[in-house]
């Protein structure tokens, strides 16, 4: 299995960056897919998820309103659209995909896949 996320990079705060995540070695359709970031000597949190099949989605308070979370399961690719990007978004940005389970889509031990991280940095 393998998770790919790419688009990272520095942008100005009230831009717009897109995040892409290709999945390959797995079904895609059946993972619910989330995002979730790590800034230096913090710990990972949850940024947003978005359902398998009826593309329900959810964030983080920190984000709503401004990240757009989708997917295209004909692609295999999820995308995280960060609209207005303040430097407290800075960190390295996560996709991971989880089967369905009791575990919420917030908690991610229950996410069974993660790729390798993209740098996502917001300048004032």
């Known amino acids: 299995v393998q998770l790919q996320a790419s688009g990272g990079g520095l942008v100005q705060a009230g831009g717009s960056l897109r995040l892409s995540c290709a999945a390959s070695?797995?079904?895609?359709?059946?993972?619910?897919m989330g995002w979730f970031r790590q800034a230096p000597g913090q710990e990972r949190s949850f940024v947003a998820a978005?359902?398998?099949?009826?593309?329900?989605?959810s964030y983080a308070d920190s984000v709503k309103g401004r990240f757009t979370i989708s997917r295209d399961n004909a692609k295999n690719t999820v995308i995280l659209q960060m609209n207005s990007p303040k430097p407290e978004d800075t960190a390295v940005y996560y996709c991971?995909?989880?089967?369905?389970?009791?575990?919420?889509?917030?908690?991610?031990?229950?996410?069974?896949?993660w790729g390798q991280g993209t740098q996502v940095t917001v300048s004032s």
């Open positions: 978005i359902h398998r099949s009826d593309g329900a989605t």
């Open positions: 991971a995909a989880r089967l369905s389970g009791s575990a919420s889509p917030v908690d991610k031990n229950g996410y069974h896949f």
């Open positions: 070695g797995l079904r895609f359709r059946n993972y619910h």
